[in-house]
């Protein structure tokens, strides 16, 4: 059961500010991802784009979402609205129970930091940083912020490295690997903080199909061994059936949010 109040904007879970009767549990039983009404203007003047048009959803903690449609039908934009990359024209996004709008920049790039792992298409590292120091950021970063011992940072920038099999690609710069094996750090990047959810805007975008599958399974891994949140924008239709539900957009709108058939059909079998 949801609890119908607003959440104060910080980042623990605590009873709901106008006291009612949920406790801590219900607290946290909110869903991972809540968008009401959610609108995106983007540009300025006659080049001004109404790019989200009231988006509403939920998504629950240890979903995988697909989020299909066209180009330019607002895919990433919802992506980076939902990651609290980009603040929203109008409407509420919470995260597990906390608004975005109620948190200054400093706020939401800690809260960011906490919550979630965003993959890009293009991959995003930092050129001038190893593997392991470019999976090491985040996790400095959490340091910093007091939410990490900083003792076990580069045994854990390591480990998460072994885990996409670049055990032997630590000491490598960016521009010293192949762009599947780029794509993976930047996975292991994502996953180091072992966020909640793993956002994933067009993933192996830029690699051929063997090395986009091996990337596919290790967001699928995450997200199964880890109970990771999965949310991934894509254009492929039977990587989306991988998906537990597909969201289609088309022109700002949600045009059908359903179930895969896929997993409907693995439902209804057991
Ligand atoms: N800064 C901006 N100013 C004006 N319009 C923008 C801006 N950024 C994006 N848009 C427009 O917003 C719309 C949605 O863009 P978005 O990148 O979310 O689409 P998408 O569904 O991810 O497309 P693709 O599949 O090509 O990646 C597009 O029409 C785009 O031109
Ligand atoms: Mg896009």
Redesign the pocket.
């Known amino acids: 059961m949801v609890c119908p109040h607003s959440v104060p904007a910080d980042m623990s879970p605590q009873p709901c500010a106008n006291k009612c009767l949920m406790n801590k549990r219900s607290i946290l039983s909110h869903p991972a991802i809540r968008l009401d009404d959610v609108h995106l203007n983007?540009?300025q003047g006659r080049?001004?784009?109404h790019?989200l048009r009231g988006i509403t959803l939920a998504v629950e903690d240890g979903e995988s979402v697909a989020v299909l449609?066209?180009?330019?039908?607002?895919?990433?934009?919802?992506l980076m609205v939902m990651a609290g990359l980009e603040r929203p024209t109008g409407g509420d996004i919470a995260i597990a129970g906390t608004r975005l709008g109620g948190l200054d920049e400093d706020a939401l790039a800690a809260f960011r930091g906490k919550h979630a792992g965003i993959v890009f298409q293009s991959f995003h590292l930092i050129p001038t940083m190893t593997a392991l120091e470019n999976v090491a950021i985040p996790l400095e970063l959490a340091q910093a912020a007091g939410r990490l011992d900083g003792a076990g940072i580069w045994e854990r920038a390591a480990r998460e490295l072994d885990s996409v099999g670049l055990k032997q690609r630590v000491s490598h710069y960016p521009a010293e690997l192949s762009g599947g094996e780029q794509q993976r750090v930047a996975l292991a990047r994502a996953l180091a903080t072992r966020p909640a959810i793993l956002f994933a805007d067009?993933p192996t975008g830029n690699l051929d199909g063997a090395t986009g599958k091996q990337i596919i399974d290790l967001l699928f891994a995450a997200h199964e061994d880890r109970g990771t949140t999965l949310v991934l924008?894509t254009?492929d239709e039977a990587l989306a059936k991988r998906c537990g539900r597909i969201i289609r957009?088309a022109d700002g709108h949600i045009t059908s949010d359903s179930a895969s058939k896929r997993t409907s059909r693995v439902a209804a079998a057991s």
Request: hydrophobic share 35%; proline share 5%.
């Open positions: 983007l540009g080049a001004e784009v790019v449609g066209p180009s330019g039908s607002g895919k990433s934009s919802l067009e924008v254009h957009m």
